[in-house]
């Protein structure tokens, strides 16, 4: 007799959030099922890969990645630029790190000039973030959605202690945004209501579960991925928005990818990057371009039905 395979079928579908505008325009999110069980539900859209770029050459990333990329580091546009024409990056996620007071404490305004550059030199989405100083952000990420507005960016990060002028800059700049949860459901869950509540479209809120590298408790993180991803499939329209997940910022400073040369820490990136994708992310920001280009074939292979 014939085994018939049970399949799983959800009634609620992860959010489309759309990034760019134009021809250019990616879209994230939509899954019905798990990843990659297309005999269950669809994945519309396929999971993508960004490589990060900072305002300022970058004083603490790994020796691998900055010789990866040459003197571009120095010049921001330069950067940028080879990301897209030499490494075929699709998405750019471009870090405001310049203005942060233990990186140059640099102008806000020359921040935004830079940004605002990089924009006009490259025709891909953008995903902006701050450079993690609360007060400094909440002066710098305004400014920058003002600077972008039409262009339909990606900006972050949003925190439940610092969520409301990003939130209220997004709603009235026509961006999309970024919201932090420290590996956890219920935070998740309450910032997305929180920023719902101030009239913020939750299809255009992409979720940061946050993670970890390979082997620095992957298996929390990814059950805690699943766990939102189940509970969206099964109605909860709080979790239902997309992952993104900062992969190369968490691979590169462990001693695994810093300490051991390049191909280690090659190694380590697209192994922490290949185990997020099969926990649902839906776009990865990462920093070696050999990395980058190594996942994106594993994922054209894995979208192959």
């Not at 990056?89 to 830079?114: M, Y």
Request: net charge negative; charged share 25%; hydrophobic share 45%.
């Amino acid at each position: 007799m014939a085994i018939e395979l049970i399949k799983e079928k959800y009634t609620g579908p992860i959010n489309t959030v759309e990034i760019g505008a134009g021809q250019g325009m990616v879209k994230l999110g939509g899954e019905t099922a798990l990843p990659f069980l297309f005999r269950e539900g669809d994945m519309p859209n396929k999971p993508l890969i960004a490589l990060e770029v900072q305002d300022c050459e970058p004083s603490d990333w790994a020796d691998p990645v900055r010789d990866a990329f040459g003197d571009a580091v120095k010049d921001p546009v330069k950067w940028a630029k080879k990301c897209v024409s030499e490494f075929g990056a699709k998405i750019l996620c471009v870090r405001l790190q310049s203005a942060h007071p233990d990186f140059g404490n640099g102008s806000i305004d020359a921040s935004v000039e830079r940004l605002k550059a990089i924009a006009k030199e490259v025709k891909v989405p953008l995903i902006v973030i701050g450079c993690g100083d609360d007060d400094k952000d909440n002066e710098l990420l305004p400014k920058a959605s003002q600077a972008m507005k039409g262009s339909n960016c990606l900006f972050g990060i949003a925190t439940q202690a610092n969520y409301k002028t990003l939130t209220a800059t997004c709603l009235a700049d026509g961006h999309s945004i970024i919201a932090d949860s420290p590996i956890d459901v219920n935070i998740a869950k309450q910032l997305n209501i929180l920023m719902a509540d101030m009239g913020f479209d939750q299809k255009r809120i992409v979720m940061h579960p946050t993670t970890t590298s390979l082997g620095y408790g992957m298996e929390y993180v990814y059950s805690i991925m699943e766990r939102a991803r189940l509970a969206a499939f099964i109605g909860d329209a709080s979790l239902a928005m997309p992952f993104i997940l900062f992969v190369g910022q968490e691979t590169w400073k462990v001693k695994e990818a810093k300490e051991f040369g390049e191909k280690q820490g090659i190694n380590w990136e697209i192994a922490t990057a290949a185990a997020m994708v099969q926990a649902g992310a839906d776009i990865q920001v990462l920093r070696h371009p050999r990395s980058a280009v190594s996942i994106t074939k594993y994922i054209d292979k894995l979208m192959e039905r």
